[in-house]
């Protein structure tokens, strides 16, 4: 199996045996564009505060390169591969048109018809709009978001676009996530899968919102959901689900969406025909990666930001988490998600500005200290906060320095933040009914055993720790093994292919009763912050006397 994680700064393909789910083979893509954050490539078009767009054609050369390198590196001839998954970060959504040309390609100096990556942060105003409005309606979707869709997500993005870009918005024939636009690409075939419809795209007990929730925030926006449908109806890749505007059909995690089409496979160097998986999330299939796809098994994928996804088999309205869905990791499962917008980011945020020793350095002068030693407490909303806030307008905050404050305690401060962040998200799932059997560390952060420590301190609790540095691409190819019909389930592909160490990290006492006192104080930060007042008036100011 062939599995293809599409990243923030990078795509990785990793070759798989299907009956172990021994990892042979693995290469990497670096994107030529990267984040485009500042201006448009080659038109020298500027970007305003909070954006982050991403390039479709990196994409396609993950595909071209990544993908034929991991074969090579595996050792193993094209033909013996049998299927091939792909996840995405989310939401990561693009323009389209109903052909699946991305309208950048055709107007490339327009920002609005670039795809808007996941850390797009600059609808915040329109899903403060939808929030309200939801609200005074009393829309019954609403509470399975927490009571607040992110700014992040497909509605607010493309109410953006609408009324920055109404000629960007009117030539959009489709508003599809990355995540099913690849596939569409590798099969030919355009589906939406059940996970980004649902949490991305507040697809609810068969139906978006209506045209009459849409229409009250915008006239214009009242048949935005019929960009979302495929048009496409039929058993092989899913069920028909409700009567949804457009007829909406959402393809099952683990389905087959199609067969690698000819152009597809002189891209990947694969053979045509190949069984393609239903699209999906770099967090969801991470679950399956980790063999934690039962109930109450919390996996916090852990790199740039953090997201936290756990399958249940109850339904709970939980404030402030990203959202429940049906189906949505595991067929059969209830779905949560939930997440911290800026966790890796925020540490090399920091090295880059201020610390040349690095992040070996920081952590090695940092790990030294006791527990409270640099008198500090930190906020983690250097990039909003996603949970348990839903605020990507509140920013970072940092108490107790002094003149006597060294890099070395702020490095560890933040990374302690973090983990604050953590345990506000698993105590808000387990005060609302939802309870956390067992936490689950994936993700590049992983690499740093301090850091782990200090969360299963804060936590109080053991961390498992998933058995793979490639924890998506391997999920994907676990999902493509059920798609080529190696395995029956993603439970049963899981249990063979997946991998973790329980209880990897196990919590300090005398550390952690230390740090529920630093914890207290932060609960005090994040309440008096979190109501956004000052932060969001210094944005406000920073956003003025932006050039």
Same mark, same amino acid.
């Given at each position: 199996?062939?599995?293809?994680?599409?990243?923030? *700064?990078?795509?990785?393909?990793?070759?798989?045996?299907?009956?172990?789910?021994?990892?042979?083979?693995? @290469?990497?893509?670096?994107?030529?564009?990267?984040?485009?954050?500042?201006?448009?490539?080659?038109?020298?078009?500027?970007?305003?505060?909070?954006?982050?767009?991403?390039?479709?054609?990196?994409?396609?050369?993950?595909?071209?390169?990544?993908?034929?390198?991991?074969?090579?590196?595996?050792?193993?001839?094209?033909?013996?591969?049998?299927?091939?998954?792909?996840?995405?970060?989310?939401?990561?959504?693009?323009?389209? /048109?109903?052909?699946?040309?991305?309208?950048?390609?055709?107007?490339?100096?327009?920002?609005?018809?670039?795809?808007?990556?996941?850390?797009?942060?600059?609808?915040?105003?329109?899903?403060?709009?939808?929030?309200?409005?939801?609200?005074?309606?009393?829309?019954?979707?609403?509470?399975?978001?927490?009571?607040?869709?992110?700014?992040?997500?497909?509605? @607010?993005?493309?109410?953006?676009?609408?009324?920055?870009?109404?000629?960007?918005? %009117?030539?959009?024939?489709?508003?599809?996530?990355?995540?099913?636009?690849?596939?569409?690409?590798?099969?030919?075939?355009?589906?939406?899968?059940?996970?980004?419809?649902?949490?991305?795209?507040?697809?609810?007990?068969? !139906?978006?919102?209506?045209?009459?929730?849409?229409?009250?925030?915008?006239?214009?926006?009242?048949?935005?959901?019929?960009?979302?449908?495929?048009?496409?109806?039929?058993?092989?890749?899913?069920?028909?689900?409700?009567?949804?505007?457009?007829?909406?059909? *959402? @393809?099952?995690?683990?389905? *087959?969406?199609?067969?690698?089409?000819?152009?597809?496979?002189?891209?990947?160097? *694969?053979?045509?025909?190949? %069984?393609?998986?239903?699209?999906?999330?770099?967090?969801?299939?991470?679950?399956?990666?980790?063999?934690?796809?039962?109930?109450?098994?919390?996996?916090?994928?852990?790199?740039?930001?953090?997201?936290?996804?756990?399958?249940?088999?109850?339904?709970?309205?939980?404030?402030?988490?990203?959202?429940?869905?049906?189906?949505?990791?595991?067929?059969?499962?209830?779905?949560?998600?939930?997440?911290?917008?800026?966790?890796?980011?925020?540490? %090399?945020?920091?090295?880059?500005?201020?610390?040349?020793?690095? !992040?070996?350095?920081?952590?090695?002068?940092?790990?030294?200290?006791?527990?409270?030693?640099?008198?500090?407490?930190?906020?983690?909303?250097?990039?909003?906060?996603?949970?348990?806030?839903?605020?990507?307008?509140?920013?970072?905050?940092?108490?107790?320095?002094?003149?006597? /404050?060294?890099?070395?305690?702020?490095?560890?401060?933040?990374?302690?933040?973090?983990?604050?962040?953590?345990?506000?998200?698993?105590?808000?799932?387990?005060?609302?009914?939802?309870?956390?059997?067992?936490?689950?560390?994936?993700?590049?952060?992983?690499?740093?055993?301090?850091?782990?420590?200090?969360? %299963?301190?804060?936590?109080?609790?053991?961390?498992? @720790?998933?058995?793979?540095?490639?924890?998506?691409?391997?999920?994907?190819?676990?999902?493509?093994?059920?798609?080529?019909?190696?395995?029956?389930?993603?439970?049963?592909?899981?249990?063979?292919?997946?991998?973790?160490?329980?209880?990897?990290?196990?919590?300090?006492?005398? +550390?952690?009763?230390?740090?529920?006192?630093?914890?207290?104080?932060?609960?005090?930060?994040?309440?008096?912050?979190?109501?956004?007042?000052?932060?969001?008036?210094? +944005?406000?100011?920073?956003?003025?006397?932006?050039?």
């Amino acid at each position: 199996m062939v599995g293809v994680d599409f990243g923030t *700064l990078s795509g990785r393909a990793v070759v798989v045996r299907v009956h172990d789910g021994a990892e042979l083979g693995s @290469a990497v893509h670096e994107y030529t564009h990267r984040v485009i954050e500042t201006e448009l490539p080659g038109s020298g078009v500027r970007l305003g505060p909070d954006w982050a767009l991403q390039s479709p054609q990196d994409w396609i050369d993950v595909l071209r390169t990544a993908v034929p390198e991991a074969v090579a590196a595996a050792g193993v001839a094209p033909e013996q591969v049998i299927g091939i998954g792909t996840d995405f970060t989310a939401c990561t959504v693009l323009p389209a /048109t109903a052909d699946g040309t991305p309208l950048c390609f055709e107007t490339p100096g327009e920002p609005h018809a670039w795809p808007k990556l996941w850390k797009h942060h600059a609808a915040q105003p329109h899903a403060d709009r939808i929030n309200d409005l939801a609200a005074r309606r009393g829309e019954s979707w609403l509470p399975r978001y927490g009571g607040k869709i992110s700014s992040e997500w497909e509605f @607010a993005k493309g109410l953006q676009v609408l009324e920055e870009a109404p000629d960007v918005y %009117a030539r959009a024939e489709r508003w599809i996530e990355a995540a099913d636009w690849i596939i569409w690409q590798l099969t030919g075939v355009e589906s939406r899968n059940i996970c980004t419809a649902g949490y991305k795209g507040v697809f609810q007990d068969g !139906h978006y919102p209506s045209e009459e929730f849409l229409a009250e925030l915008d006239p214009g926006f009242a048949g935005f959901a019929a960009k979302l449908a495929t048009g496409q109806v039929g058993d092989r890749i899913g069920d028909r689900i409700g009567d949804g505007v457009g007829g909406v059909t *959402l @393809a099952p995690l683990g389905g *087959l969406a199609g067969r690698l089409t000819a152009r597809a496979a002189g891209w990947t160097g *694969l053979p045509e025909g190949v %069984a393609v998986a239903v699209g999906n999330v770099d967090a969801h299939v991470t679950a399956a990666a980790a063999d934690a796809v039962r109930p109450g098994q919390m996996v916090a994928i852990m790199g740039t930001s953090t997201c936290h996804i756990m399958p249940s088999d109850r339904l709970a309205e939980v404030p402030g988490m990203c959202g429940v869905v049906q189906d949505g990791i595991v067929p059969g499962l209830w779905g949560y998600e939930a997440g911290q917008s800026a966790v890796g980011d925020i540490f %090399a945020w920091f090295v880059d500005s201020f610390g040349a020793d690095g !992040h070996e350095q920081l952590t090695s002068l940092a790990e030294k200290q006791a527990v409270g030693q640099h008198g500090l407490v930190a906020l983690d909303w250097f990039g909003g906060n996603r949970s348990v806030l839903v605020d990507h307008n509140l920013s970072g905050v940092i108490v107790g320095q002094t003149l006597a /404050t060294r890099p070395e305690d702020v490095y560890r401060a933040l990374i302690e933040a973090t983990a604050y962040g953590a345990r506000m998200i698993v105590e808000t799932f387990e005060k609302s009914g939802v309870p956390v059997e067992e936490f689950v560390v994936a993700g590049g952060l992983l690499k740093n055993p301090f850091l782990m420590q200090v969360y %299963a301190d804060v936590l109080r609790r053991p961390l498992s @720790a998933i058995g793979s540095d490639q924890g998506p691409a391997l999920g994907s190819a676990i999902h493509a093994a059920v798609a080529a019909g190696a395995y029956p389930s993603i439970e049963e592909a899981a249990a063979a292919m997946g991998k973790r160490t329980e209880a990897a990290y196990v919590p300090d006492q005398a +550390r952690a009763d230390a740090y529920d006192r630093l914890y207290a104080e932060y609960r005090k930060l994040h309440d008096f912050f979190g109501d956004g007042h000052m932060l969001h008036t210094l +944005r406000a100011i920073r956003n003025e006397a932006h050039p």
